[in-house]
């Protein structure tokens, strides 16, 4: 019988491992809604990133050929800078990051990183070039430790432990009776939207990769959390080329350009202050945020009154 048991065990091992792969790209085409399809290019090299600089060069996409998503898009993320698209709903924002991290193939037009074509190199070689903070992470069922180191494997604990103070969740895991070998995911602690994004910007700093692609949650988290949020981001975004897709102007305001994107098009871009002096589409968005955010402060102000 204890012959028999090693093996067993040992095929245990292989499952547990083949699952939580599968997790992991089922995750995140869950997340995407779709089937992975690219494939190398044949003789694909590797990228080689130098500074990091990201173009988007007259970039045309649709997800069905009936209906253009992107009508033309050209920008660039100058090495270490970071590039911020807003705009309404449904303009394309996302589907931008999903094109840079090549889960889909532009129509027309290329992506570049430092002068290579994406859709020419391999695609190893351009996700490991590239750190993503999704909108909405998917956990592993496995522990707080495996889910962060899960950003480079051979990082020692007190790496990991790092990365979490970094990205403001340490003091939230030590707290917890297991610390870092507290179970998370579906069958063990449920953490909130927030949390989870602290986890999966304490995985991106220990990638620490030269591009960063910042999905924001578009739910709304309490004022705390979000500045808790925010001044991890600027940490983990400082020194790398980082395109952030805004759901909240306040965030954009420190960005090297913001882009305006309406319907695929660029409709506006520039700093926030030659934004706001333009007064079109992005000035009206942020006096309808700030008055927004105004009316919630007066009305917090009325219930401590009460
Ligand atoms: P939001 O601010 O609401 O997140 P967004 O600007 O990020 O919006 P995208 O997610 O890029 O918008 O979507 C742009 C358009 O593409 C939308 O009209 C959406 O319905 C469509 N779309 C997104 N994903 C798919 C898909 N997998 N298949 C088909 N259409 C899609």
Redesign the pocket.
Known sequence: LMQLAIPLNFIGFIYREIRQGIADIEAMFTL???KPEIVDAPGARALVVSGGTVAFDNVVFA??PERV?LKGISFEVPAGKTVAIV?P???????LSRLLFRFYEVTSGRITVDGQDISKVTQASLRSAIGMVPQDTVLFNDTILYNIRYGRPEASDEEVREAAQMAQIGHFVEMLPMGFKAMVGERGLKLSGGEKQRVAIARTILKAPPILILDEA?SALDTNTEREIQAALDRVSRGRTTLV?A?RLSTVINADEIIV?EKGEIRERGTHGDLILQGGLYATMWNRQREAAEAEERLRAVREED
Do not use: N, P, Q, R
């Open positions: 995407l809604g779709e997800y069905d998503i705009g709903s449904g303009a394309g924002k996302s589907t578009t897709i759901h994107l």
